[in-house]
C-alpha cells in the first residue's frame, strides 16, 4: 500500500515537473512571411534573449516590448543581418518580479547560443538579471530601466560601472524625476507637492530625485509617503495627505497603483492632478482610474512624432501584433538591433564563439545608430547618451503628448 | 486634526468591515472541521470576478444601467459562482482528506488557493492584469461636515452596512435556528452529532456554502468600491482575513466581526499616527495580532483549548 503511494506521488511529481518545464520554454517562432528568406543560415542559430513580464499587471508593457523585439529580429532575418546565422528571439516571462527574472537570467547564461539579452522592464528586475549575465560577459540591454544605480552604482558622487555588460537605451530617473519636477513647479506653477511612491527601485528612486528638485526649485514637499506595489485601497495615504492641501501629487510607482490612486484622491475630494514618471505613461492607467489632466513623463519622445519612428511604426502595424507597442516599443526595437548591429560587426564573416563576446561588448559600446526613438550611443557607464524626455497630460482618455525637450541640469 | 482623525476612523470601519465578511467564512470553516482554508480568500476573488462576469455578459444595458436592480443582481450572480466553487472546493479537495493528518488539508488548501488563482488568470478574459469593475451604487462621496470635512464614498457606507447585517444574521442564524444548532453540534463533537441524526457532510458543505455567499458578497463590494479587482486580491485580503479570525478567536462569529475591524482600524490609524507612517501600517496589524496571542492565545473571544481525549 505504502509503496504504491509512493509511486503514484512520484509520478505526479514528475508529471508536474514535465509540465512545468514545457510552460516555461517559451521560444518565439520567428519568420510567418519571412521565413522563407533566402540568407545563408548554414551557421546555426544564435538566440537573442528577452525578459520583461509578459503576465500580471504590467503585461501590457511587457507584451508590446517583446513584439518590438520581435520586429527587429524578424527584419534583421529578412535582410541577412548576421551572415551565416539564423536569429530567434527566445522571451521569458519575469512576472515582474527580481527572482524570478533571476531565473530567466540564469536560463539564458546556460544557453551557450545567447548572444544578449533585451530587457527588463523594471529597475528591481535588472538589478538580479545584470550580474548574472555580467559571469558569462552576456550583453545586455534594457529599454526601459531608469534606476541610476544600475549603470552608477549606488553613490552618485563617486560613480562606478557595476555592470560592465549592462548597457541602456533609456534615460534614467536622475533626469527624468528632476525633468518632472521642472515642469510642475515652473510651468505649471504647483507649490505644495504630496510624493508618495511604492518602495521599488524605480518609484522611490524616482520620487526622491523628483521631491529634491521640486524643493530647489521653491515648491514645498507636504508629505512623503509610501504605498504597497499590491495596494488597493489608499484611503490612509489620502486622508493623511488630505489636510495639508496639496495642490498637486507626484507618484513614483506604475500604473497598477498610480490608476486606482488617482481615483481615490478625487473621490476623497482632492481634485488634484497626479503626476508620474513612465511607468504610469500606459493607456490601461487610464481604464484603472486615472482622471484627464494627469500628467507624466516618459523618456525619449513621442513615437508617433518622430519622424524617424514612422518606419518602425509601419512595419509594427503591418505585422498584424496583437497588443500595441506601448510606451517602450520603440526603444525596444533600437535596443534589439543595437544589439543586432554589435552582432554583425562582432562576427562578421566568421563563427560566433564565446571569443566573440569581448568584440560583441566593444562593438555595443561604440554603438552609433539612427534609431526609431532618435540617436543611440552609450556612454562610460553604459547610459544613453540621449537626454531626451516628454511630458504627458490625460486628454479625451489618453495621454496626449504636451511638450518634449532635452534636459537641463540647472 | 480632528476631521483627519475621523477619516482613518471611516477609512478604518469600511475596511475593517469587508475584511471581516471574509473572516467570517474562515472562522466557520475552521470551527467545523478545525481547517484554516487557505483558500477562502480566493472564493473572495471568484465572486469578485464571478460579479462582473455577470454584470458584463448576462445583464441588458437598461438593468445594468438602474444600480438598484444591477446591484442585487451582480450580488447574487458573484456569491453564487462563490457557492459553487466553495461547496466543489470541499466535494473534491478536502471532503476526501477528511480523516487525514491536519496537515494534509492545510498544503491542499494552500494549492487550491494557487488553482484557483492561475483558473482565473488564464480562462477570465483580460484577467493578467486587474480589470476595471464599475460602481453598482450610488456614485459621489458624501462629505460629513465635521471640521476640514470627512469624506466617506456611499460605497463604503453600503460595505460597512451590509456587513454587519450579515454579520448579525449569521449569528441569529446559528443561535435560533434548526440548521444552526445542528452546525454547532457538529462543531463540538462530530460524532455524537452524527449519533443525535445530524448527517455531518451536509452541515459541513452548509457551512462552506454560507462562507461562499459572504465571501462573495464581499467580492462584489470590494469591486464596487475600489472600481478594479485583480487576480492577487483574494490573497492579501485572505490573510487579513485570517488574521482577523485568529484575532477574534478562531471559530467565533462575534469575534471575526470585532477582529476584522480591529484590523481596519490599526492600519488606518497606525498608518496616520504611528512611526513609519503609511509604509509600515501593515505591520502594526501583525504587531498588534503578536501581542494579542502572547497575552490572550486564543484571542478575544475563542474559548480555551480543549484537549480532546
Not at chain 1, 521560444?27 to 538566440?47: H, I, M, N, P
Not at chain 1, 473621490?267 to 500606459?282: E, F, R
Request: net charge neutral.
Amino acid at each position: 500500500m505504502d509503496r504504491k503511494r509512493t509511486v503514484v506521488a512520484t509520478a505526479a511529481l514528475l508529471a508536474g515537473a514535465l509540465a512545468l518545464t514545457a510552460c516555461s520554454t517559451n521560444r518565439t517562432e520567428t519568420g510567418g512571411a519571412s521565413s522563407g528568406s533566402s540568407c545563408d543560415t548554414s551557421k546555426g542559430t544564435l538566440v537573442v534573449g528577452f525578459v520583461a513580464p509578459l503576465s500580471g499587471g504590467l503585461s501590457a508593457l511587457g507584451l508590446g516590448m517583446k513584439n518590438s523585439a520581435d520586429l527587429a529580429v524578424n527584419q534583421a532575418n529578412q535582410a541577412c543581418k548576421v551572415p551565416g546565422y539564423k536569429l530567434a528571439l527566445q522571451a521569458e516571462d519575469d512576472q515582474a518580479t527580481a527572482q524570478i527574472a533571476g531565473q530567466a537570467a540564469t536560463k539564458l547564461a546556460s544557453d551557450p547560443n545567447v548572444v544578449g539579452v533585451i530587457g527588463t522592464l523594471n529597475s528591481s528586475t535588472a538589478q538580479s538579471v545584470a550580474p548574472i549575465l555580467g559571469q558569462k560577459k552576456i550583453v545586455e540591454i534594457s529599454p526601459a530601466n531608469t534606476n541610476p544605480s544600475l549603470t552608477q552604482g549606488d553613490n552618485p558622487a563617486s560613480a562606478s560601472r557595476p555592470n560592465p555588460t549592462y548597457f541602456r537605451v533609456a534615460t534614467t530617473d536622475a533626469v527624468q524625476g528632476p525633468f518632472a519636477a521642472q515642469y510642475l513647479v515652473d510651468k505649471a506653477g504647483k507649490k505644495n507637492i504630496a510624493v508618495i511612491d511604492d518602495g521599488k527601485t524605480y518609484g522611490a528612486g524616482l520620487a526622491a530625485a523628483f521631491a529634491a528638485e521640486a524643493q530647489k526649485r521653491g515648491a514645498k514637499v507636504v508629505a512623503q509617503e509610501k504605498v504597497g506595489e499590491k495596494d488597493t485601497d489608499f484611503s490612509g495615504v489620502i486622508s493623511k495627505i488630505r489636510p495639508l492641501n496639496p495642490d498637486a501629487v507626484y507618484y513614483g510607482g506604475e500604473y497598477p497603483v498610480a490608476g486606482p490612486l488617482s481615483k481615490q484622491l478625487a473621490a476623497a475630494g482632492l481634485n488634484v492632478p497626479l503626476m508620474g514618471g513612465d511607468g504610469i505613461q500606459d493607456e490601461t492607467y487610464v481604464s484603472l482610474g486615472g482622471r484627464e489632466g494627469d500628467l507624466a513623463t516618459s523618456v525619449g519622445a513621442p513615437a508617433d512624432q518622430l519622424p524617424s519612428a514612422k518606419a518602425f511604426i509601419d512595419a509594427y502595424s503591418a505585422a498584424g501584433y496583437k497588443e500595441p507597442y506601448s510606451t517602450y516599443g520603440a526603444l525596444t526595437y533600437d535596443a534589439t538591433n543595437v544589439l543586432i548591429q554589435g552582432l554583425t560587426t562582432a562576427v562578421g564573416s566568421g563563427t560566433f564563439s564565446n571569443t566573440t563576446r569581448d568584440a560583441l561588448l566593444t562593438a555595443v559600446q561604440d554603438t552609433n545608430l539612427d534609431g526609431a526613438s532618435g540617436k543611440v550611443s552609450f556612454d562610460q557607464y553604459g547610459d544613453t547618451t540621449n537626454k531626451v524626455l516628454t511630458i504627458y497630460s490625460v486628454q479625451g482618455g489618453k495621454f496626449a503628448p504636451v511638450e518634449s525637450g532635452e534636459f537641463q541640469a540647472s | 486634526m480632528l476631521s483627519t482623525f475621523l477619516s482613518q476612523i471611516a477609512n478604518g470601519l469600511v475596511l475593517g468591515s469587508l475584511i471581516a465578511l471574509i473572516a467570517l467564512g474562515y472562522t466557520m470553516v475552521y470551527g467545523i472541521i478545525t481547517l484554516i482554508n487557505f483558500a477562502h480568500g480566493e472564493i473572495f476573488m471568484v465572486g469578485a470576478y464571478g460579479g462582473l462576469a455577470t454584470l458584463t455578459y448576462l445583464m441588458p444595458t437598461f438593468i445594468a444601467q438602474r444600480w438598484y436592480y444591477a446591484l442585487p443582481i451582480v450580488l447574487v450572480g458573484g456569491s453564487l459562482i462563490s457557492v459553487l466553487v466553495a461547496v466543489a472546493m470541499e466535494r473534491f479537495a478536502y471532503r476526501p482528506l477528511r480523516n487525514a493528518p491536519r496537515l494534509a488539508p492545510l498544503i491542499t488548501a494552500l494549492g487550491v488557493s494557487v488553482a484557483l488563482q492561475e483558473a482565473v488568470r488564464v480562462f477570465y478574459p483580460g484577467a493578467t492584469a486587474a480589470i476595471p469593475f464599475p460602481n453598482l451604487f450610488v456614485e459621489g462621496t458624501w462629505i460629513i461636515p465635521i471640521g476640514d470635512g470627512v469624506p466617506i464614498r456611499y460605497t463604503g457606507i453600503l460595505l460597512i452596512v451590509v456587513s454587519l447585517v450579515l454579520a448579525f444574521g449569521l449569528e441569529r442564524f446559528i443561535e435560533r435556528t434548526r440548521m444552526g444548532r445542528a452546525m454547532r453540534a457538529t462543531s463540538q463533537d462530530r460524532d455524537v452529532a452524527r449519533l443525535m441524526g445530524v448527517d455531518p457532510d451536509r452541515i459541513i458543505v452548509l457551512t462552506f456554502a454560507i462562507g461562499g455567499a459572504l465571501a462573495g458578497v464581499a467580492g462584489v463590494l470590494y469591486g464596487s468600491y475600489l472600481n478594479n479587482i485583480n487576480i492577487d486580491m483574494g490573497f492579501q485580503n485572505g490573510i487579513f482575513a485570517f488574521t482577523a479570525a485568529v484575532l477574534g478567536g478562531i471559530g467565533n462569529i462575534r469575534g471575526a466581526v470585532i477582529g476584522g475591524l480591529v484590523i481596519g482600524l490599526v492600519k488606518a490609524l497606525g498608518g496616520q499616527y504611528l512611526p513609519g507612517g503609511t509604509a509600515y501600517d501593515y505591520v502594526w496589524i501583525f504587531v498588534v495580532l503578536i501581542i494579542v496571542l502572547v497575552f490572550r492565545p486564543q484571542g478575544f473571544f475563542g474559548e480555551t483549548e480543549r484537549v480532546r481525549a
